[in-house]
Each structure stands twice: as C-alpha cells, then as structure tokens.
C-alpha cells in the first residue's frame, strides 16, 4: 500500500545541537517530496521540496534534506536548532500528475534550553 | 504579497448543523485543495477545485462538498455536522494542473472547527 511513515512521534533536542527527522515513502515511482512547519494553532509552511536534481535540497529556516532512492527516504536536517524550531514537522508526497499531497502523521519537536 | 486566507478562524456547531467554510488562494494561484487535520494527525485529503470543477476527491462522504468561484476562492461546505468532524480545517492553493511545480501547495491558517 502506498504510505509515508515517519517513525519519530516526538522528538527533544537540546538548542544549539543537530536535529534530524526522518521519512520513508512506499509508493511504485518516485513520488515529489514535501516537507512542512506547523507551528501550535497554526497552518502548514513548506520548508523545502523535492522534484529532481540534486538530492541535497536546500530550504529555508536553515533546514535541509537528502533524497535517498535506494532508501526510499527523505530524511530533514538542520545543524543548530533554535528554541523557534520546536514545531511539529510533516513530510508529504504526491505524484507527478496527481493533486493530492498524502501526509505522513507528523513528528513533533521540542527544544530544550 | 498575499497569502492563501481562510476564514472564520474558529467555528462552534453542533451536531446536524451545516458549516461553509471560505478560502481565497494565494495571488497567481487559480487551483484550491482542502484538507481535514484531526487533532495529533496530519491532513487527509478533502478534494481539490479547478476551473471550477472538482477534479479530485479523496476519501470523505457527500457530506463535505465545495465550490470555487470565477475569481479561484473556494467554499467548503459540510452538512449534518458529527462529532468526528471537529478538526482544523486547511485550504492550499497551487497553479493549475499542467504547469510546472503544480504539485507544490501552499497552507492558509486554518479554521478550526469545533462540533459540540
């Protein structure tokens, strides 16, 4: 069945350290590959986007992300967190022709001072 | 620049009753998804709206139906409201089917919804 799990329902980190957030995808074909914010009470802002190309994908907020095929992942990176991170994190596809982005279940990130 | 907007920002309903909910999508966008995110989950798929027309519809009865007008912006409608209902709702807004980057959706705020 076509999924996208991300197995972390919460992760804390300490400001200041590194903060990786990972995300698997299980479809036929390589899906494009979403990740998004979603600060408390808030709506969802797109961090950064994988189509094709290059596999390192830079976004904003300092956030990156590395697509790995033969994982099937699309694992988020940031190298210094700040207490502004501490959000809950979607990773979403869809696929080329499609209209719909289908959501793994979010993982939620808190920062410690 | 603005955003995608959505209004109201909450809603009380009770159950049985009838909800519409108001989006306008960011400027250049002309294509209109909404989502339904259940309080811990992430969004599921409502529908997606262009020219007009329903073009996609994920897994929600006839209860939730929608609307976009000449000018993109978009209504969702929900009838006989039930408790399962209460949820945030979410409208995104992208370029029409076809063009490049159509895939990526931008996220109004959300209207919460709460029925009672």
């Known amino acids: 069945a076509q999924s996208v799990t991300q197995p972390d329902i919460h992760i804390t980190v300490s400001e200041g350290a590194s903060l990786e957030l990972r995300c698997n995808y299980s479809y036929g074909a390589t899906p494009y590959l979403f990740w998004y914010v979603q600060s408390p009470g808030q709506g969802l802002q797109l961090l950064l986007k994988?189509?094709?190309?290059?596999?390192l994908v830079q976004g904003i907020k300092g956030f990156e992300a590395e697509f790995k095929r033969s994982q099937s992942s699309f694992n988020l990176r940031k190298p210094s967190v700040h207490w502004s991170d501490a959000a809950e994190y979607f990773c979403a596809v869809v696929l080329g022709g499609d209209y719909k982005l289908s959501f793994g279940a979010g993982t939620t990130v808190t920062v410690r001072a | 620049d603005a955003g995608v907007t959505q209004s109201p920002t909450h809603l009380i309903k009770t159950r049985g009753q009838q909800v519409t909910l108001r989006c306008s999508p960011k400027?250049?966008?002309?294509?209109v998804s909404w989502y339904q995110q259940a309080l811990g989950q992430g969004p599921q798929f409502i529908f997606q709206y262009y020219e007009e027309e329903e073009r996609q519809r994920g897994n929600f009865p006839d209860r939730f139906s929608g609307h976009q007008f000449p000018n993109y912006s978009s209504e969702l409608n929900v009838n006989a409201l039930l408790l399962g209902d209460s949820a945030l709702y979410l409208c995104a807004s992208s370029l029409h089917p076809g063009t490049s980057a159509q895939e990526t959706q931008y996220f109004g705020p959300g209207t919460r919804l709460l029925v009672l």
């Open positions: 994988y189509f094709s190309g290059d596999t």
């Open positions: 400027s250049g966008h002309d294509t």
